[in-house]
């Protein structure tokens, strides 16, 4: 393996080290669902291995298939990844995401029983930083870098809070909605038992004039 493979291996472990993982068998998909604003820059990690280390795998070759469908569960990217790699793609309506992850095996689905450990890690807004301060020796340089950086996480923060806002107002209209209905019901119901009630009285108030009891 290239030090550049090697570079990178290191870099998905140190940024899947407080990610989620997940058990995921050959042949099986698996999603997660993501609330995810509009117009947003979402990153993921992935890293796949057998669930127990010390097993021989039966797939060396295994990779992921990465399929993420938007909240009206159109597709919004599919593709044939490795065992470790990142995705990326931009969301063009806010609302829940799936993301959903399939493991590649040639074998027939009889023999394919290897159990397989997932690893995930998705980050929103831009985190494309540099790092190494070897290769933006100008302070300037930095400055900027950092700069554009405050900004990205900026925006991030903001679209957060304008989606937070948005669902607190659907929210809203549909407790206002229900309260509404609730109401109208209440009413209704108070409304049939008093005209039932006086229909009753009614009624056994004419039975006793009929029969001369009063």
Same mark, same amino acid.
């Given at each position: 393996m290239s030090l550049r493979?090697?570079?990178?291996?290191?870099?998905?472990?140190?940024?899947l080290a407080a990610a989620m993982y997940f058990d995921l068998g050959e042949?099986?998909?698996?999603?997660?669902?993501?609330e995810i604003p509009e117009g947003m820059l979402v990153t993921g990690y992935f890293l796949l291995e057998p669930w127990e280390m010390n097993a021989l795998s039966h797939s060396p070759h295994l990779g992921v298939t990465v399929t993420v469908r938007d909240p009206n569960h159109e597709v919004l990217m599919s593709?044939?990844?490795?065992?470790?790699?990142?995705?990326?793609?931009?969301?063009?309506?806010?609302?829940?995401?799936?993301l959903c992850f399939q493991t590649n095996s040639t074998r027939f689905s009889v023999f394919a029983g290897e159990r397989l450990?997932?690893?995930?890690? #998705?980050?929103?807004?831009?985190?494309?930083?540099?790092?190494?301060?070897? =290769?933006?020796?100008?302070?300037? $340089?930095? &400055?900027e870098n950092s700069l554009r950086h405050l900004?990205?996480?900026?925006?991030?923060?903001?679209r957060q809070q304008e989606y937070q806002r948005e669902k607190e107002e659907v929210f809203r209209q549909i407790g206002?909605?229900?309260?509404?209905?609730?109401?109208?019901?209440?009413?209704?119901?108070?409304? #049939?038992?008093?005209?039932?009630?006086?229909?009753?009285?009614?009624?056994? =108030?004419?039975?006793?004039?009929? $029969?001369? &009891?009063v």
């Amino acid at each position: 393996m290239s030090l550049r493979g090697i570079g990178f291996l290191f870099q998905c472990y140190l940024v899947l080290a407080a990610a989620m993982y997940f058990d995921l068998g050959e042949q099986e998909q698996k999603c997660i669902i993501e609330e995810i604003p509009e117009g947003m820059l979402v990153t993921g990690y992935f890293l796949l291995e057998p669930w127990e280390m010390n097993a021989l795998s039966h797939s060396p070759h295994l990779g992921v298939t990465v399929t993420v469908r938007d909240p009206n569960h159109e597709v919004l990217m599919s593709k044939r990844y490795g065992k470790f790699s990142k995705f990326t793609f931009t969301s063009h309506a806010s609302g829940q995401h799936y993301l959903c992850f399939q493991t590649n095996s040639t074998r027939f689905s009889v023999f394919a029983g290897e159990r397989l450990k997932l690893h995930l890690d #998705v980050q929103m807004g831009e985190h494309s930083i540099d790092p190494v301060p070897d =290769k933006t020796k100008d302070n300037m $340089k930095n &400055l900027e870098n950092s700069l554009r950086h405050l900004v990205d996480q900026m925006i991030f923060i903001t679209r957060q809070q304008e989606y937070q806002r948005e669902k607190e107002e659907v929210f809203r209209q549909i407790g206002e909605n229900t309260n509404s209905k609730v109401l109208w019901w209440a009413m209704v119901q108070t409304s #049939v038992l008093l005209t039932v009630g006086f229909w009753q009285m009614k009624r056994l =108030k004419d039975f006793f004039i009929a $029969k001369k &009891l009063v």
